[in-house]
């Protein structure tokens, strides 16, 4: 019997020590993207059509995409945008806003809008049997929306209770003080103090001034052709006044972090340090911003910041997952991304994790900055992050909503439509120099912002980063409206 557990324990022992060994396999050949050539026509009222047909499933996405988001908004009415694109859905001259809901039920279909920081939206996806009855509703809340009132006041109130409760978590507020702080931005979803004077009056002129044909783009994508579309297009929409499309101006004071350090000489990787002080709370989230100026999402550099992205923070095999989560369990994630803009992007490192371990995460995170700035990047690292972003993208495109909102994601920048069938090309093109210089040049001298209770990491943060100046506000002091964020 002895001998019998034994042997067993030894097989079950070589059996563990194969699996240990055992790597994962490697990625598949990379496989290119085709998608169908857009077909483009403009209305003479200046709306721009543009269509990809897949006639795979039948499904038709309508994407109407406006060329105004949170950018277009004055600071003191942040959330405005986006209010804007919601209230579409929300009731018409001959619809409520149930009767909206309920006839785009009865085509099984859906409906959303909604705003960014760079576009507004509504979409539409039914089967394409149904696309004419949805042309009629979509075409209906953008021309005739009621903006009832009372309607306005319901959404302000919604918007209103969901920022009192997020603005008290760690993530959210970080999140928040990040925008202003960092990338001189004000959020896209409004501040309580925003929202709350936002008049019927605003919604109004920001959707006059800025929903108009010369400024969107009708897109298709799905079991429909483009003769189709187009004369659904001109059907609905060649009533639409032209209005005039709205200059957007460069604001300077955006190009320029407010109290950025002098660059002239070598850049250290973190330039501030802020600490919002939030007692009792049980996490502390830890961000790392950095504005990167002059460098937007139609440039070339597009390509190696999405691969650098990554491998830093870019899914679970990132490396700052597997140093924070994976390795530590100090976190249950840990990531990165960019925000683009025309004409910039918005960096940041994510993570929330116990008050205790904020310092420890913090230097992590800069460990890994200095890393990618310092050191190659692996081929054997680089091709399985490679595929992390074509995989994905190429199963995207594989649903009209995905196609669709690619599609307006190149318009919305100015980007070529052909740009999709060269991503996975453009991608897998990154060299690890061009990852490392892009880091060093673009990602070093940003802010660490921490949210969280101040009293347990202080001692921590001061031991670890003893050189550094450490800014502090108590959350009860924070003002989001304010250069300072102090009230």
Known sequence: MKNTLTLLC????????????????????????????????????????????????????????????????????????????????????????????????????????????????????????????????????????????????????????????????????????ASKYSFNEHPAGGTPASIGVISRADILKFQQDNYNPANSVLVFAGDISAATSSSLAAKYFAVWGKGKRPIKELRLDRLTKIGSADTSGPRPIVNRFL?????????????????????????????????????????????LNQEIRIKRGLSYGAGSSFAWRSWKANFATRTQTKNESAAEVTELVIDELRKLSTTPTAESELIPRKSG??????????????????????????????????????????????????????????????????SIFRADLAKRFPKMTVDVIKADDLDLSKDNLRK
Request: proline fraction near 5%; aromatic fraction near 6%.
């Open 275 to 319: 600490v919002v002080d939030l007692p009792k709370s049980g996490q502390a989230s830890v961000i790392y911003a950095q504005p990167i100026n002059g460098i937007g999402r139609s440039d070339a550099r597009y390509f190696p910041a999405s691969v650098l992205n990554s491998v830093l923070g870019g899914g679970y095999s990132s490396r």
């Open 10 to 177: 030894v097989l079950c022992a070589l059996v563990m020590s194969s699996f240990a060994q055992e790597m994962p396999p490697a990625p598949g050949v990379p496989k290119a993207v085709s998608v169908p050539a857009v077909q483009e026509k403009k209305l003479p009222n200046g709306l721009t059509v543009a269509v990809v047909q897949k006639s795979q499933v039948p499904l038709v996405t309508i994407n109407l995409l406006i060329r105004a988001g949170a950018s277009g908004e004055d600071a003191s009415k942040a959330g405005l945008a986006d209010m804007t694109a919601s209230m579409l859905t929300k009731g018409t001259k001959t619809r409520t806003a149930t009767q909206i809901a309920e006839a785009v039920e009865f085509l099984g279909g859906s409906i959303s809008s909604g705003a960014g920081w760079n576009t507004s939206f509504i979409s539409v996806t039914v089967t394409s049997d149904k696309v004419a009855q949805a042309m009629a509703i979509l075409a209906d809340v953008v021309l005739n929306p009621k903006f009832d009132q009372k309607e306005i006041d319901l959404l302000k109130s919604q918007s209103l209770d969901g920022l009192t409760y997020n603005l008290k978590q760690p993530s959210f507020l970080a999140n928040y003080v």
């Open 389 to 454: 972003l074509t995989g994905p993208f190429g199963l995207s495109l594989e649903t009209t909503g995905g196609l669709a909102n690619a599609i307006g994601e190149l318009y919305g920048f100015g980007i070529p439509s052909s740009a999709l069938n060269s991503y996975v090309a453009n991608v897998n093109g990154v060299t690890d120099a061009q990852i490392k210089n892009f880091a060093l040049d673009n990602l070093l001298g940003g802010d660490i912002v921490i949210v969280g209770d101040y």
